[in-house]
């Protein structure tokens, strides 16, 4: 099947992601189980005395490095009374057993849901709108919750968070018409944006006390996160084949339902504060930090490479290098299966190293990687194309912890919630922009103009970064 122009880009990756091997999805599951009965991340192991000396000036060679987050603290005039609790390594595996089923759930959702939207009689294009409608409410929505999380603190806005998911999604399940449909999905960023805000700052805390770990944990909850986008489109597909295409939203409302439960069990580590000590933020004056100035260049870079992922990279796989479905099914499940690996090993990369070290050696390689598929693309070298995507898949793997764990030590303690918001808004507005843009260039000047262009993306986000960061 050709797609037209314009209407390509979304119309070929529903069919791709159905096709990819349950074999696989359960065998990467399985592995991923393995490493994380033999990981030895223990972000909360230590006394309570460890804890107060990391966060005390005068208690000890602990505290003769201060964390960045206390630092940027400082320097914006803030300091922090609220008492803080320990999280336990009971907590951190009822944090990852709660995400999990929403996760499947939702990576069998991705590739329903542009079918869905035809089912109202939706263009391709308006499809697309449809699909990107949760980040819009997600940039509108982020800073405002992440002011909550430091507020009213960090379990409510994940239970309450979910449990609006899981309504938006029976809601996308009964439209009957297209404003329902519209608004459910508005509801859905809702959600999604109040859980991401406390789930962030509730990781912050939680690992507040061996920093030198946290990058470990945070390789462990992304590699958690991708094997269930690995299982997501296999139980998604046998779903709709037996009960519907609706029945998948009931499904992720149930998943969203369990996770908001699991959350619920999660101990607050940050008090509420009260309105004395609050302090808004507003979105201009995170930014004038230079950490967050580089936390931003470097979001864009990394989101626009998962649009591009998303809404091109099938379409080239088919057209260009005549790939079947099952072919690009199975590119992408293999990927993500390298995304699994990828992110324990940046976890402990991001340890070893520093977490700025590893995204700049990320930056840098996922630009190659970009530029090397437009020279492979426009050489018709297949080979080389699947061999760029596999670099770029590592590197933006190896990547994720280290940008959560440089994100949440540049953020000010008590501002924590509100300033780890800004790489995320900036993130969502340019994953609202960069299919669009990408699918235009495609459109008008080929597949290798639009490659290059994520690849420039990345190279002018690293070197933003690097300069802003040093």
């Given at each position: 099947m050709t797609f037209p122009p314009r209407m390509r880009h979304l119309g070929a990756l529903p069919?791709?992601?159905?096709?990819?091997?349950?074999?696989?999805?359960?065998?990467?599951?399985?592995?991923?189980?393995?490493?994380?009965?033999?990981?030895?991340?223990?972000?909360?192991?230590g006394t309570l005395a460890q804890s107060t000396a990391f966060i005390s000036p005068n208690a000890g060679p602990p505290q003769q490095v201060p964390s960045l987050s206390q630092s940027r603290a400082k320097a914006w005039g803030d300091v922090m009374e609220t008492p803080k609790l320990e999280a336990s390594d009971r907590d951190f595996s009822l944090l990852l057993a709660s995400q999990f089923p929403v996760f499947v759930a939702v990576g069998a959702l991705i590739p329903v849901l542009p079918l869905y939207g035809q089912e109202f009689g939706l263009s391709q294009s308006s499809v697309g709108l449809l699909v990107s409608s949760p980040s819009l409410a997600k940039l509108i929505l982020n800073l405002p919750f992440g002011q909550l999380a430091d507020s009213l603190g960090r379990r409510v806005l994940m239970v309450g968070g979910m449990s609006l998911c899981a309504i938006a999604d029976v809601g996308t399940g009964l439209a009957s018409s297209l404003p329902f449909l519209i608004v459910a999905r508005l509801l859905l960023g809702a959600g999604l944006s109040s859980s991401d805000a406390g789930s962030s700052a509730w990781v912050a805390d939680a690992t507040e006390t061996r920093p030198e770990t946290r990058a470990?944990?945070?390789?462990?909850?992304?590699?958690?996160?991708?094997?269930?986008?690995?299982i997501g489109p296999a139980v998604g597909?046998?779903?709709?084949?037996?009960?519907?295409?609706?029945?998948?939203?009931?499904?992720?409302?149930?998943?969203?339902?369990?996770?908001?439960?699991?959350?619920?069990?999660?101990?607050?580590?940050?008090?509420?504060?009260?309105?004395?000590?609050?302090?808004?933020?507003?979105?201009?004056?995170?930014?004038?930090?230079?950490?967050?100035?580089?936390?931003?260049?470097?979001?864009?870079?990394?989101?626009?490479?998962?649009?591009?992922?998303?809404?091109?990279?099938?379409?080239?796989?088919?057209?260009?290098?005549?790939?079947?479905?099952?072919?690009?099914?199975?590119?992408?499940?293999?990927?993500?299966?390298?995304?699994?690996?990828?992110?324990?090993?940046?976890?402990?990369?991001?340890?070893?190293?520093?977490?700025?070290?590893?995204?700049?050696?990320?930056?840098?390689?996922?630009?190659?990687?970009?530029?090397?598929?437009?020279?492979?693309?426009?050489?018709?070298?297949?080979?080389?194309?699947?061999?760029?995507?596999?670099?770029?898949?590592?590197?933006?793997?190896?990547?994720?912890?280290?940008?959560?764990?440089?994100?949440?030590?540049?953020?000010?303690?008590?501002?924590r919630g509100a300033a780890l918001s800004v790489p995320k808004t900036v993130g969502d507005l340019s994953y609202l922009i960069a299919p669009f843009l990408l699918g235009a260039l495609d459109d008008n000047f080929g597949p290798e103009a639009a490659l290059t262009c994520c690849a420039s993306t990345f190279l002018l986000g690293t070197l933003a970064f690097a300069f802003r960061s040093a």
């Open positions: 069919r791709a992601y159905r096709l990819r091997r349950p074999g696989l999805a359960w065998l990467c599951l399985g592995c991923l189980l393995t490493l994380l009965v033999r990981n030895d991340w223990h972000p909360t192991r470990s944990f945070l390789g462990v909850q992304n590699a958690v996160i991708a094997s269930a986008f690995v597909g046998w779903l709709v084949g037996e009960f519907g295409m609706r029945s998948i939203f009931f499904v992720v409302a149930i998943g969203a339902a369990t996770c908001a439960a699991g959350y619920s069990f999660l101990p607050e580590l940050r008090g509420a504060r009260t309105a004395e000590d609050r302090e808004a933020s507003s979105f201009q004056e995170l930014l004038k930090a230079p950490e967050q100035q580089a936390l931003a260049a470097i979001s864009v870079a990394f989101y626009a490479g998962t649009a591009c992922k998303i809404s091109l990279l099938p379409t080239v796989a088919k057209e260009v290098f005549d790939a079947a479905p099952a072919e690009v099914g199975q590119l992408f499940s293999a990927l993500a299966a390298l995304a699994i690996f990828g992110t324990l090993v940046g976890g402990r990369l991001a340890d070893a190293v520093g977490p700025r070290n590893i995204l700049l050696v990320c930056g840098g390689a996922c630009s190659a990687a970009y530029f090397g598929a437009a020279l492979a693309t426009e050489a018709h070298a297949k080979e080389a194309f699947v061999a760029c995507l596999a670099l770029w898949a590592v590197a933006a793997a190896i990547k994720s912890p280290a940008l959560q764990a440089f994100a949440i030590s540049a953020a000010p303690e008590d501002r």
